[in-house]
């Protein structure tokens, strides 16, 4: 059940008229983007997040508002569904849906691909682009297991009738992402550090004797 998923979104310490400032700027920023694009997801890939870290700044919020032709004021619409006063919007404060499958989605795309290329290669059939059916069909042979492959299909394409890899471009964001906080893990770990030096050593020390050996 979507309900139960993100019971706690609208729980807080915030004042209750706060609370109901914010379930209604978010009603309503969710009506607008369903009506504009068929899905919150949707609207949030192809207007508002741009560099897909899961979150919405003013100048982003602005420059997706303009996208869908709203033409209310959006500086008070963004204070309004911003009631924590973060500066920022992310995907739970709108939909449960979304909030739920997007981090999920993209997580498994980072662990099965090396990036977008990758990917389209995989799903298509080293084919240039991928039907919805053959989406479908494919993400499930590679591991994913929460549904929704329709509506993640037509929240990713441009064109609502097949993927390029225009439309799988944050594939590589992800990537680039995962790699860096690894280092920076690794960094951060001197003994993991350590022994990966060690390993390095190891088979370098291996391979200068096998070089020995043949000579």
Known sequence: DVS???SDVCSSDLPEENAAQMVTAAAKLKAIMEAKEGSVLRAWLHHFD???DR???KHEFFLGMAAMGYQ???LSFFTDVDVDKSGEITLEEIDDLSAYLWPRF???SVNNFNGATHMLEKLSGKSVNVSKSKFCQTVRLFGWELGYEEFLFNALSQNRDHLTMQDLHWVDVDVKRA???AHARE???PERLRKRKNQKQAQLATRDF???LLH
């Open 50 to 52: 741009s560099d897909n």
């Open 55 to 57: 979150r919405v700044r």
């Open 187 to 189: 960094r951060a770990d």
């Open 106 to 108: 993209s997580a498994w």
């Open 210 to 212: 096998r070089n020995f």
């Open 179 to 181: 790699l860096r906080k």
């Open 72 to 74: 209310g004021h959006v």
């Open 4 to 6: 139960d998923w993100s």
